[in-house]
């Protein structure tokens, strides 16, 4: 019997590697536990999901106001372990 080539022993772990990666993404658990009573309204896939068109936010009027936000820091998003920022 022949010895498979190193081509075909390549050729064999990528299909395999393929393979278990979309068993991966496709065996997600649920974000939230569904429970057997309730109704089933509709099912849809992420890629669906992503074909939707994009919503534009509505204003709306505010109900009560309960202080104030400061403007966000975009030094924030540089901060790392190796260059840490000191709170102010």
């Not at 068993?23 to 057997?36: A, M, Q, T």
């Not at 939707?52 to 998003?77: F, H, Q, R």
């Amino acid at each position: 019997m022949k010895a498979k080539s190193k081509k075909d022993k390549s050729r064999q772990n990528y299909y395999l590697s393929n393979m278990v990666k979309q068993l991966r993404c496709n065996l997600r658990d649920n974000s939230i536990d569904v429970k057997p009573e309730w109704e089933l309204v509709g099912e849809f896939t992420k890629q669906s999901f992503d074909r939707l068109p994009t919503l534009k936010p509505v204003s709306l009027p505010n109900v009560k106001e309960c202080g104030e936000i400061s403007a966000y820091d975009i030094a924030w998003d540089r901060a790392s372990a190796k260059k840490p920022k000191a709170f102010k």
